[in-house]
């Protein structure tokens, strides 16, 4: 796994072809829409009256269609240089976007979504982040986590990416009052011939 998540992306949004690390080979109109198809998907969980953690938002592709929907938008990230793209991209009052690590309210959010970030991050990593979600959430409120499977062929697991099996993804909704595990895609990822490449991680508090 990536031995310095922060270095690592840091040195990624500073490339001129930082998009193909994210979605390869996909033209902006593609990469915009299968951030609004994502965004869609999680229109069920949250309405107007909400606070949303984007927790890992990157450029904030997602989360400027969430910021549509929902009271008040917060996107975390650990790297600056997304962030900056961020703040660019998205432009709406009920948005901020703030360091991940140095985030410390606690039970604030309805709901937190963390989609295509567990992969690049080792194992103690991996634990900070649920923890981290786990404090943001508000009792009653609902987190999504997204991990490829292990038996996933569409993904390849490398230096910079780790599949997960079901027992992994357990572990983590274990650290939650209750939590289910479904199987699917995110947008633009696979298609049906290709099965299901992910476990969705459904919590609560």
């Known amino acids: ?6 270095s690592y992306w840091q040195n990624v949004s500073e490339q001129p072809e930082w998009k193909n690390y994210i979605l390869p080979r996909k033209n902006d109109a593609d990469f915009d829409a299968e951030g609004f198809a994502e965004a869609q998907r999680l229109f069920y969980f949250f309405d107007k ?3 949303v953690v984007d927790y890992g938002c990157g450029v904030g592709r997602v989360l400027k269609y969430v910021a549509e929907r929902a009271g ?20 709406a009052d009920n948005v901020e976007f703030l360091r991940a690590e140095t985030y410390k309210d606690q039970e ?17 990593n991996q634990k900070i982040i649920i923890g981290h979600i786990k404090r943001i959430l508000k009792e009653g ?15 390849q697991e490398n230096e910079t990416l780790h599949k997960f099996t079901a027992d992994e993804v357990s ?14 895609n995110l947008p633009g990822y696979a298609g049906p011939a290709e099965g299901n490449n992910e476990y969705f991680l459904i919590a609560t508090i």
């Open 1 to 6: 796994m990536i031995q310095n998540p922060k």
């Open 49 to 51: 009256k909400s606070t």
């Open 72 to 91: 008040h938008v917060i996107g975390l990230d650990i790297c600056d240089g997304f962030l900056d793209k961020a703040r660019g991209l998205v432009k």
């Open 108 to 124: 604030i959010a309805d709901f937190v979504y963390c989609l295509m970030v567990m992969q690049h991050n080792d194992l103690l």
């Open 141 to 155: 409120g609902t987190a999504i986590v997204s991990f490829p499977r292990a038996e996933s062929n569409y993904y």
């Open 171 to 184: 572990y983590f909704g274990d650290q939650f009052t209750s939590f289910r595990i479904i199987e699917g």
